[in-house]
T-cell receptor, first 115, second 114 residues
Framework: NAGVTQTPKFRVLKTGQSMTLLCAQDMNHEYMYWYRQDPGMGLRLIHYSVGEGTTAKGEVPDGYNVSRLKKQNFLLGLESAAPSQTSVYFC??????????????FGSGTRLTVV | GESVGLHLPTLSVQEGDNSIINCAYSNSASDYFIWYKQESGKGPQFIIDIRSNMDKRQGQRVTVLLNKTVKHLSLQIAATQPGDSAVYFCAENFDNFGNEKLTFGTGTRLTIIP
């Protein structure tokens, strides 16, 4: 049981380049989330999905797009990377239902640097 | 907008002593609160959670207290150990008709002094 797997773990991009971050979970969770974490700050929600084929904006969605074509995968895309998008990106998934303990499971992060 | 904040950005505690980390939240409709521990280079690690219909919950060496009147959370860690050194975040969960989102505070860095 791998939990939540993020790829790649590290990436350096040049300004204007595009890339896709992949999040995969094997727990059959309905909800998935993308967060970014800047130095000395908490995680901020970029986009999220409450089920296959659905996505919604979080706190800081500008400059990012997402897709959830399969339940187990949640993709985060940067169409034209900017230095302000240098950050550590975390993916999370969640069980539904109030009785679930340890509801949110986080991946280990993708460290992205845009130069 | 809604936010979750922390009173102290850093906290140093002698090994073996108890520590208390505080957190203020602003969304009175949040129904679920979680404390996470984050070590350098790693993702958030679940510590303990509490639902809004409770005011106290205990785990192994950790206790979370919730005061809804003043919108305040605290995390108590008993008999601290060097491995407790990390950044601790509180987070609040808000369920808007099936759209659940978790909002994080900025974190408190806890340092355990040997």
């Amino acid at each position: 049981n791998a939990g939540v797997t993020q790829t790649p773990k590290f990436r350096v991009l040049k300004t204007g380049q595009s890339m896709t971050l992949l999040c995969a979970q094997d727990m059959n969770h309905e909800y998935m989330y993308w967060y970014r974490q800047d130095p000395g700050m908490g995680l901020r929600l970029i986009h999220y999905s409450v089920g296959e084929g659905t996505t919604a904006k979080g706190e800081v969605p500008d400059g990012y797009n997402v897709s959830r074509l399969k339940k187990q995968n949640f993709l985060l895309g940067l169409e034209s990377a900017a230095p302000s998008q240098t950050s550590v990106y975390f993916c999370a998934s969640k069980e539904t239902g109030r009785e679930a303990n340890y509801g949110y499971t986080f991946g280990s992060g993708t460290r992205l640097t845009v130069v | 907008g809604e936010s979750v904040g922390l009173h102290l950005p850093t906290l140093s505690v002698q090994e073996g002593d108890n520590s208390i980390i505080n957190c203020a939240y602003s969304n009175s409709a949040s129904d679920y609160f979680i404390w996470y521990k984050q070590e350098s280079g790693k993702g958030p690690q679940f510590i303990i959670d509490i639902r809004s219909n409770m005011d106290k919950r205990q785990g192994q060496r950790v206790t979370v207290l919730l005061n809804k009147t003043v919108k305040h959370l605290s995390l108590q860690i008993a008999a601290t150990q060097p491995g407790d050194s990390a950044v601790y975040f509180c987070a609040e969960n808000f369920d808007n008709f099936g759209n659940e989102k978790l909002t994080f505070g900025t974190g408190t860095r806890l340092t355990i002094i040997p």
